[in-house]
């Protein structure tokens, strides 16, 4: 595992606290599918004896594995803390999963999304109760919050970092693995770093054999600096299609998680994202955003490592407009 002797120490979810999460949120969110994929294009691109199980994330409420940790922590709040509202930062998914949540549990949400955030994420996130603020750049868009914050008593609720998010993306982790048994490898998409920390912490504790690979776009690649220097690194500017990936920076507790747990980090560029894409959609008959294509996109990347193996593929996320869908489509289909 990608773990460095100067690494500070963490405390994981435990599969106590794992378990207890699940029957926190057992009302609250839906236990999505786990699908074996075995369509006739993917055939030709994978290993004969490779088995692939998609986690079709996608289905989860508000469009993304983010309401789970958001749940929990909004669980936490107090009636006091939830009558003066929560706010978030987000260029789209955990802006839309605070919105449902707050909704959801008699609270509402204040949402700082930058500028060229997806308008149809935005216009979701109102859709979803939240009041929206727009403001030039990501960086400025935290800073906001931070004001917000500090001035209404709202409640930050961090759209990566923190033991909720954690446990939330643990939740997946252990419900995946009841639904598939026993995997040898798992990839997993890397934004900040929440979802990889809680989904690996459970896998490792629960099946420490099986392989966890984080999967990184080429142009939001914090986490792959933050494991080379040994501790969370900012990254100027992200350039990805995959804004639900596009998270600025690694922060201490996801990144420490990421690091005990993940046994390697691999990278993606955009045209393979959209070649993933074409094949969720015509193989798979999915219609993802290019955050849940990461992990099919590195999956192929590495198909002739696979050959026997039993794989896990989280789709995390399905909020895409029509345009840009086609747009990555027809990008990605082959030639």
Same mark, same amino acid.
């Given at each position: 595992?990608?773990?460095?002797?100067?690494?500070?120490?963490?405390?994981?979810?435990?599969?106590?606290?794992?378990?207890?999460?699940?029957?926190?949120?057992?009302?609250?969110?839906?236990?999505?599918?786990a699908w074996q994929w075995s369509g006739h294009r993917i055939s030709e691109l994978v290993p004969d004896d490779t088995t692939l199980w998609l986690k079709l994330?996608?289905?989860?409420?508000?469009?993304?594995?983010?309401?789970?940790?958001?749940?929990?922590?909004?669980?936490?709040?107090?009636?006091?803390?939830?009558?003066?509202?929560?706010?978030?930062?987000?260029?789209?998914?955990?802006?839309?999963?605070?919105?449902?949540?707050?909704?959801?549990?008699?609270?509402?949400?204040?949402?700082?999304?930058?500028?060229?955030?997806?308008?149809?994420?935005?216009?979701?996130?109102?859709?979803?109760?939240?009041?929206?603020?727009?403001?030039?750049?990501?960086?400025?868009?935290?800073?906001?919050?931070?004001?917000?914050?500090?001035?209404?008593?709202?409640?930050?609720?961090?759209?990566?970092?923190?033991?909720?998010?954690?446990?939330?993306?643990?939740?997946?982790?252990?419900?995946? %693995?009841?639904?598939?048994? /026993? =995997?040898?490898?798992?990839? *997993?998409?890397?934004?900040?770093? #929440?979802?990889?920390?809680?989904? $690996?912490?459970?896998?490792?504790?629960?099946?420490?054999?099986?392989?966890?690979?984080?999967?990184?776009?080429?142009?939001?690649?914090?986490?792959?600096?933050?494991f080379a220097s040994g501790e969370p690194q900012r990254i100027e500017k992200v350039t990805t299609i995959a804004d639900s990936l596009g998270a600025p920076m690694?922060?201490?507790?996801?990144?420490?998680?990421?690091?005990?747990?993940?046994?390697?980090?691999?990278?993606?560029?955009?045209?393979?994202?959209?070649?993933?894409?074409?094949?969720?959609?015509?193989?798979?008959?999915?219609?993802?955003?290019?955050?849940?294509?990461?992990?099919?996109?590195?999956? %192929?990347?590495?198909?002739? /490592? =696979?050959?026997?193996?039993? *794989?896990?593929?989280?789709?995390? #996320?399905?909020?895409?407009?029509? $345009?840009?869908?086609?747009?990555?489509?027809?990008?990605?289909?082959?030639?």
């Open positions: 595992m990608l773990m460095s002797p100067e690494s500070p120490p963490v405390t994981p979810p435990s599969l106590e606290s794992i378990q207890l999460a699940r029957r926190q949120l057992s009302t609250l969110v839906r236990e999505t599918p994330e996608l289905f989860q409420h508000a469009g993304s594995f983010k309401s789970r940790g958001v749940m929990l922590a909004m669980q936490a709040l107090d009636d006091e803390a939830r009558a003066r509202g929560v706010t978030a930062v987000s260029a789209g998914n955990h802006a839309m999963a605070v919105a449902y949540a707050a909704r959801t549990m008699g609270s509402h949400a204040k949402v700082v999304m930058p500028s060229n955030a997806n308008p149809a994420r935005v216009a979701a996130s109102k859709a979803l109760g939240a009041e929206v603020e727009q403001l030039d750049d990501i960086r400025a868009a935290f800073a906001r919050v931070e004001e917000i914050e500090r001035t209404e008593g709202r409640k930050f609720l961090h759209p990566f970092e923190g033991e909720h998010m954690a446990l939330g993306s643990a939740s997946l982790g252990m419900e995946f %693995l009841r639904q598939t048994g /026993q =995997l040898d490898v798992l990839f *997993v998409p890397i934004g900040g770093g #929440g979802l990889a920390a809680g989904l $690996a912490s459970a896998v490792k504790q629960l099946q420490p054999r099986c392989r966890v690979i984080g999967v990184e776009p080429e142009g939001a690649d914090s986490m792959h600096r933050s690694a922060m201490p507790y996801s990144f420490a998680l990421c690091q005990k747990y993940l046994d390697e980090l691999v990278k993606i560029n955009d045209d393979e994202l959209c070649r993933a894409m074409w094949l969720l959609f015509s193989d798979a008959k999915l219609a993802v955003e290019p955050a849940g294509a990461a992990t099919t996109a590195a999956m %192929l990347k590495m198909s002739d /490592q =696979l050959a026997g193996k039993r *794989v896990g593929l989280i789709v995390c #996320g399905a909020n895409i407009d029509e $345009a840009t869908f086609t747009e990555c489509l027809q990008r990605g289909k082959p030639a």
